[in-house]
């Protein structure tokens, strides 16, 4: 259906990006669909997104900005914002019409790491593990890289993963498990470790991604 409203153009299009990338794909939408459903001139279209990875760059971008708004609630403690962000995750891959993390599925089409859209994607997982291990250290967890990098991991898996099975009992095993990540931070520099080196694992592979949020794919903030 052609997008109708008063909204700027750029606002349309990028609109229709979300909604069109997530569902279908981005390999999936090509420029014609997206300048009919934005209802935009071609030129009006192209003044904005110069070609179809600029929009895809775009695309990355909202969502980036979406969850660090999601992750930056304030008022909580180190430990309840990490429950937070999982809790906001498991609502992700519950609420209908679930189709696997945007960028995951994005970094699928563009497996050059020095891609524009493959550097985004990076940061954004970059900036997720460091926001990560941040908190991780003001808990007190002994051994906080290898937390932060089992956090990423069980966002990852959690979100392929409910694919597979239930999305109850998918949220159950990652409550379950980011808890038992936290439990550590209890136990001081005798807790046993995560079971991950200590070295930096790469936050998200640069030539791989899996999978296939709500209805447009955005990061649900948890209240």
Known sequence: MTTKDSSPPRERILAAAMRLFYTQGVRGVGIDRLIRESAVANA??????????????????????????????????PRETVEALFAGIAEQFCAPGFRGCPLINAAADYPDPHHPVSQAIQEHMDWFRARLLE????????????????????????????????PQAARSALSGAVAAVLEQAHAGADAPRTGLPRRRLSSMPRQEAAGRFSDDGSPVATR
């Open 44 to 77: 009006t279209f192209y003044r904005h997104f110069p070609s179809k990875d600029e929009a895809v760059l775009a695309y990355v971008r909202e969502h980036d900005r979406a969850f660090r708004e999601a992750a930056a609630a304030t008022g909580r403690s």
């Open 135 to 166: 908190l991780l250290t003001a808990v007190g967890h002994p051994d906080p890289e290898g937390a932060a990098d089992t956090l990423l991991i069980l966002r990852h898996g959690a979100m392929n993963h409910s694919r597979f099975t239930t």
